[in-house]
Each structure stands twice: as C-alpha cells, then as structure tokens.
C-alpha cells in the first residue's frame, strides 16, 4: 500500500512539474474534494469518474483587437470582427495544445486525463447549458470572479481571457482563493448589451442571464463582445 501511495505522490508531482513549465498567461487547480455537493463537482465526474483534479489553463484576448469589434455591421465594409476571430482562434489553439500537454504527463505518469479544447465543451442546446463550465471552473481554481456579465473576471485581464481545461487524476495542489470584489458591481456590462440579455442580479446571483437572448443576437449579428471590451476592469481603456 505504502509503494503504491509513493507511486501516486511521484506520478502527481510529474503532472505538477509539467503545469508549471506551460507556455500560457493563466493555470490553476482546483481540487474535485473540495467541491464536494457542487454543480462543478458532479460535472467533473460525469465525464471522468476518476479524476480528482480540474486544471484551468487561460490566455490573455488582446484589447487591441476588441476595439476593433463592434456589434452592427455596415454593408460591404471590411469585417474587422474577422480579425479579433482570427486572434481568438489563435488562442484556442494554444490552449488546447496546454490542455493536451497536461493530459500527456497524466497518462504518461500512468494516470488517466481529459482535456477539454478552448472551442468549448459540448452543449445542451435545450437550456444551452455546457456539459461543464470553464469559467466556474476557473473561479473555484482562484482565477477570478463570476462577474454581473456572467463571464470570468481577473484581476490581470479582467474578462478578456480565454480558458480550456483538463481533468486528471492527479492529485495537484490547489490554487484556490477568495476572488470576491474583483467585479465592481459597474453595471456598465448590463447597460451596454446590445441584446438587452443581463439584468441586475437577485437573490444572491453572481448575475442574471438570458442566454438565448445573447445567443440570437450574436448570430444575428455575425458576433458580439461587448460585455467584455466594455469591463472597465484591468482595461487599457479606463487606466
């Protein structure tokens, strides 16, 4: 028993070594023992019985190219959301790539792992649910807040980063911490949607949502981030 402990401990560290040598802005951990009776957890488990860790990895979205988007379109004028896409693909690509590389020092240590791409996971088109969230995900690692537009917000990037994860046996070392306050509560993000899909939150709620609102006008519109280029939060905007 005690050699097969000594192997976990051994195999845990190899996977903890190999988060710390990843090429992204943003990591942390999250421990599936203490998200015991959450959403999170029962999420995590769903798709890996076994895993005992969630590792959020995120990467910075320039706000050079959101001032470059805009939520109306005039015909026949150059997309300049295609460039802020092309630069989110980017990203994605990356973090995938980081998801994977902690999925392989987890299997190659003899430990099973999922990584999740940057894309997103999949999604009940019912409630428009994903089948595990990213961003609360990144919360219970200590990456930022749940802020009123529903979207993570740091104290680095504010709500401009993009997230992947990979779930993992390993035992790794949480990263976990009070995030509250980060999010100032503005309410710039509900004023400005265009979609009119935030609402000041009630009861407790981080924020108030109706998703099928902002995904109709998203796709009506060819793409909208403004609950994000508008977050005075960490912006290059406000300083």
């Keep these: 028993m005690a050699a097969t402990k000594q192997g976990k401990f051994k195999a845990s560290a190899a996977v903890q070594d190999a988060i710390s040598n990843l090429n992204v ?18 999420s995590a488990l769903k798709l890996l019985p076994s895993a005992r860790s969630i590792v959020v990895v995120g990467m910075e979205v320039y706000s050079e190219f959101l001032d470059l988007t805009s939520p ?13 896409n092309r630069h989110v693909d980017y990203l994605r690509g990356r973090l ?9 020092a987890s299997r190659k240590a003899g430990l099973k792992a999922l990584p999740l791409p940057a894309h997103g996971p999949a999604v ?29 917000v740091t104290v680095e990037f504010g709500p401009r980063v993009n997230l992947a994860v990979c779930l993992t046996e390993a035992s ?21 949607c265009p979609a009119h899909a935030l609402d000041w939150p009630k009861n407790d709620e981080p924020y108030v949502i109706n ?29």
Excluded at 96 to 104: F, K, S, V
Excluded at 127 to 135: D, G, H, P, Q, W
């Design 25 to 42: 802005d943003m990591v942390g951990v999250a421990r599936l023992k203490d998200l015991k009776g959450t959403k999170l957890e029962e």
């Design 72 to 84: 109306e379109r005039i015909m026949g004028t150059a997309p300049l959301n295609d460039l802020y």
């Design 96 to 104: 995938t790539g980081a998801a994977y590389d902690i999925a392989r």
């Design 124 to 152: 009940d088109g019912r409630f428009l649910e994903a089948v595990i969230s990213y961003k609360h995900a990144a919360e219970g690692a200590g990456l930022g807040q749940l802020g009123m537009s529903s979207l993570l």
């Design 172 to 192: 790794l070392k949480s990263t976990a911490r009070d995030t509250w306050g980060i999010c100032r509560h503005c309410n710039v993000c509900i004023l400005k």
């Design 211 to 239: 998703r099928f609102a902002c995904r109709t006008y998203i796709d009506a519109s060819g793409g909208c981030s403004e609950c994000m280029r508008q977050c005075p939060v960490a912006s290059p905007r406000y300083t």
